[in-house]
């Protein structure tokens, strides 16, 4: 029977949710955030907090509840700001319009209630 690692799934699921989104943080810095800044002005800047920083810090297990928390916030913020007209609609392939938004905002919920576990950066606060 195989043994349990629930501290390699933290981290496997760490890298997922946070090298992830890591990728539309890096699209931000390199393309810019007018869209954003258009919609609600000096907040857009908080993107680079929740698409960078916290998914950088989830990656590295660094107060993995804090940057979860952090990242899950920025998860709605996006909802409410770029996608609030497609909270009940499927996709033309016939899934959740807002699947990867959604999948991103579960992820982040989950390491907020675990923490990072035993392979992450730090884990002594009671924001890992």
Do not use: Q
């Amino acid at each position: 029977m195989l043994e349990r690692n629930h501290h390699l799934g933290l981290l496997i699921l760490r890298l997922a949710v946070g090298g992830l989104m890591l990728f539309h943080g890096v699209a931000k810095l390199e393309h810019g955030i007018d869209f954003i800044e258009e919609a609600v002005g000096p907040l857009a800047y908080g993107v680079y907090l929740g698409e960078l920083l916290a998914p950088l810090a989830i990656v590295l297990g660094y107060r993995t509840r804090l940057a979860a928390l952090v990242f899950g916030i920025n998860c709605i913020a996006a909802v409410a700001i770029a996608h609030s007209t497609d909270i009940l609609k499927l996709n033309e392939y016939g899934g959740y319009a807002l699947e990867l938004l959604a999948l991103y905002l579960v992820g982040a919920l989950a390491l907020f209630f675990t923490g990072g576990g035993a392979l992450a950066v730090s884990k002594n606060s009671r924001w890992d």
